[in-house]
């Protein structure tokens, strides 16, 4: 079983859609959770990063995490074409030596 | 304000070569890591350098090294190319502190032929 469980879809929504990616662990010892956005022949760009369990937003995106569930998501209110991408969650734990556990992506298509 | 910049873009390289990688970090970043993504096993750590140390090694063999210099730049070396090197080989800085995150480059796409 991998550490971070993710959806890899592909997810397709009509524009301004409300969309919801998800992330499961196993690792109690993550405390810093993330999401990245990669666009094609790009690197990850982040979007979202928290610590503590709860939402966290930031203009359209809004980040949640669980930790007693051991559960996070990334909320995309109003979706638009440009946020076609693949979305990766990233966990870390309380290590400081940047060693990030990446999700496998869930590639994101909103439809015109 | 720059961020990470990665060379070159695009590299074909034979089995059995040798290959080096360039990075530069965000001006102020003193941590550099490298990452390698491939559709089937996504992205893995490979290393991570912190003031010209190498802090924390992923579980890739001894083919892979790298180095950071005096001005954080960073370089990976893989030497004794196979085939299942072709990747995508991503860097990332920060300033290497407890929360705080990485930023990723746009990587070097390595096809091993």
């Known amino acids: 079983q991998k550490e971070v469980e993710q959806d890899p879809g592909p997810l397709s929504v009509p524009e301004g859609a409300i969309v919801s990616l998800n992330c499961t662990y196993s690792?109690?010892?993550?405390?810093?959770f993330m999401w990245y956005r990669q666009y094609s022949r790009k690197g990850p760009e982040l979007l979202m990063y928290?610590?503590?369990?709860g939402n966290k937003e930031d203009g359209r995106f809004t980040a949640q995490v669980d930790k007693s569930s051991k559960y996070i998501s990334l909320f995309i209110r109003d979706s638009q074409p440009s946020d076609s991408a693949t979305y990766l969650c990233?966990?870390?734990?309380?290590?400081?030596?940047?060693?990030?556990?990446f999700g496998t992506g869930t590639r994101l298509t909103i439809i015109p | 304000k720059a961020g990470v910049t990665q060379t070159p873009r695009y590299l074909i390289k034979t089995r059995g070569q040798q290959v080096t990688l360039s990075c530069s970090p965000i001006?102020?970043?003193?941590?550099v890591s490298w990452y390698q993504q491939t559709p089937g096993q996504g992205l893995q750590f490979l290393f991570e350098y912190f003031s010209e140390t190498q802090r924390n090694k992923g579980n890739f063999p001894g083919r892979f090294s790298g180095r950071q210099f005096s001005n954080s730049r960073s370089e990976m070396n893989v030497s004794t190319l196979e085939l299942g090197d072709s990747a995508l080989y991503l860097c990332?800085?920060?300033?290497?502190?407890?929360?705080?995150?990485?930023?990723f480059g746009n990587g070097t796409r390595l096809t091993v032929t």
């Open positions: 928290t610590y503590s369990s």
């Open positions: 990233a966990m870390e734990g309380d290590f400081g030596n940047e060693k990030l556990t």
């Open positions: 990332a800085s920060s300033f290497g502190q407890k929360n705080s995150p990485l930023h």
């Open positions: 690792n109690s010892a993550f405390q810093y």
């Open positions: 001006s102020g970043h003193r941590s």
